[in-house]
C-alpha cells in the first residue's frame, strides 16, 4: 500500500521566516495531495491540496509544489506567523475501486517563535 | 452552513465494551470517511461510505463495522474493545467517493479504553 514520509517532525522558525516541510510518497497512482493544520485539541483543517496535474499551487503565503517523477512534494509557508504555530500533515490520496484513500504522513510540528 | 459534527466528543470505556460514534457530514456531501488518529500520528484510514455502501476499508479487525443512513449521517462501531483503540476518532465528508475530492474533517470523537 502507500506510504508516505514526512520530515521535518519538529521545525521551529523565527516570526518572518520561512517554514519548509517536506513529504514522499511510495504509489505513483497517487493523484491527489492535500495538507492539513491541526491545533491543539483541534480537527485537521485542509489549507492547500494540490492534483497529480499540476506542479505548484499557491495560496496567499502558503505554497505547495509537487514532483511527480521524484515522487514527492513539499509546503512552503512564507513570511510566519505565531499562528502558524500547528502541526501540519501531508497526505497522498489514491483513487481505487470507486473510493479515495488517503495515507498521511506522520506529521510536522511547527513551532513559529515571536 | 454547519460543518461535519461529531458525537460524542469524549468517551470512555472498559476494554470488551462496545462503542458507537455518529457523524452527520456537511449538507450535499454524500461519502463520509472514518480516520483513527492515536496521539501523536496522524489520521489512519479505516473506511469510506458512498451512497450507503462501504466503498473501501483500511487495514482495521473485523472489530470495527461502519454504516451509512440515507441522510449520508454514519455510525461507526468498535466491538470488544481493547485499550489500543483509545484514540481520536475522526470521521471526514466529501461530495463524492472515488477521483480526488477534498475531505473536510469533524472535530472527532476522544475515546479512552480502561
Known amino acids: 500500500g502507500e506510504n508516505v514520509e514526512q520530515h521535518p517532525s519538529t521545525l521551529s522558525v523565527q516570526e518572518g521566516d520561512s517554514a519548509v516541510i517536506k513529504c514522499t510518497y511510495s504509489?505513483?497512482?497517487?493523484?491527489?495531495f492535500p495538507w492539513y493544520k491541526q491545533e491543539l485539541g483541534k480537527r485537521p483543517q485542509l489549507i492547500i491540496d494540490?492534483?497529480?496535474?499540476?506542479g505548484e499551487k499557491k495560496d496567499q503565503r502558503i505554497a505547495v509544489t509537487l514532483n511527480k517523477t521524484a515522487k514527492h512534494f513539499s509546503l512552503h509557508i512564507t513570511e510566519t506567523q505565531p499562528e502558524d504555530s500547528a502541526v501540519y500533515f501531508c497526505?497522498?490520496?489514491?483513487?481505487?475501486?470507486?473510493?479515495?484513500?488517503?495515507?498521511f504522513g506522520t506529521g510536522t510540528k511547527l513551532q513559529v517563535i515571536p | 452552513d454547519a460543518g461535519v459534527t461529531q458525537s460524542p466528543t469524549h468517551l470512555i470505556k472498559t476494554r470488551g465494551q462496545h462503542v458507537t460514534l455518529r457523524c452527520s457530514p456537511i449538507?450535499?456531501?454524500?461519502?463520509v470517511s472514518w480516520y483513527q488518529q492515536v496521539l501523536g500520528q496522524g489520521p489512519q484510514f479505516i473506511f469510506q461510505?458512498?451512497?450507503?455502501?462501504?466503498?473501501g476499508r483500511g487495514n482495521f479487525p473485523d472489530r470495527f463495522s461502519a454504516r451509512q443512513f440515507p441522510n449520508y449521517s454514519s455510525e461507526l462501531n468498535v466491538n470488544a474493545l481493547l485499550l489500543g483503540d483509545s484514540a481520536l476518532y475522526l470521521c471526514?465528508?466529501?461530495?463524492?467517493?472515488?477521483?480526488?475530492?477534498?475531505?473536510?474533517f469533524g472535530p472527532g470523537t476522544r475515546l479512552t479504553v480502561t
Open positions: 471526514a465528508s466529501s461530495l463524492y467517493s472515488g477521483g480526488a475530492h477534498e475531505q473536510y
Open positions: 504509489d505513483s497512482a497517487s493523484n491527489y
Open positions: 494540490i492534483r497529480s496535474n499540476v
Open positions: 497526505a497522498a490520496s489514491i483513487s481505487s475501486g470507486g473510493y479515495q484513500k488517503v495515507t
Open positions: 449538507s450535499g456531501h454524500k461519502s
Open positions: 461510505y458512498y451512497e450507503k455502501e462501504e466503498r
